[in-house]
Nanobody, 125 residues
Framework: RLVESGGGLVQAGGSLRLACTASGRPFGDYAMGWFRQAPGKQREFVAAIDWRGASTTYVDSVKGRFTISRDNAKNTVNLQMNNLKAEDTAIYYC????????????????????WGQGTQVTVSS
């Protein structure tokens, strides 16, 4: 089970930190990802991190602004979002995929078997 938290309303240029807490399965068996879905758009990949936290990957539009991290001792994955823009407004989802998928399918939502319920992020301009 994955549960997201930390969403909210923020002004453009501000920051938010999303958290996702996992339970039920060994957290270290999974690579973790964040996806988002804006109104009227398809869900898109945002960031992913491998099972050890040693490798990360991002969609180009958030590089340099967002940072994904994980704490395997606490079964959590975080997404630090800085310099937020209006176009970052979306529902953000945490997802888990088998660690072996990270190398070739980190940005493929079809590779992720487990999903959270989502948390709303709204950036006002």
């Amino acid at each position: 089970r994955l549960v997201e938290s930390g969403g909210g309303l923020v002004q453009a240029g501000g920051s938010l930190r999303l958290a996702c807490t996992a339970s039920g399965r060994p957290f270290g068996d999974y690579a973790m990802g964040w996806f988002r879905q804006a109104p009227g758009k398809q869900r898109e990949f945002v960031a992913a991190i491998d099972w050890r936290g040693a490798s990360t990957t991002y969609v180009d539009s958030v590089k340099g602004r967002f940072t994904i991290s994980r704490d395997n001792a606490k079964n959590t994955v975080n997404l630090q979002m800085n310099n937020l823009k209006a176009e970052d407004t979306a529902i953000y989802y945490c997802a888990a995929t088998d660690y072996r998928n990270y190398a070739s399918r980190a940005d493929d939502e079809g590779a992720y078997a487990y999903w959270g319920q989502g948390t709303q992020v709204t950036v006002s301009s």
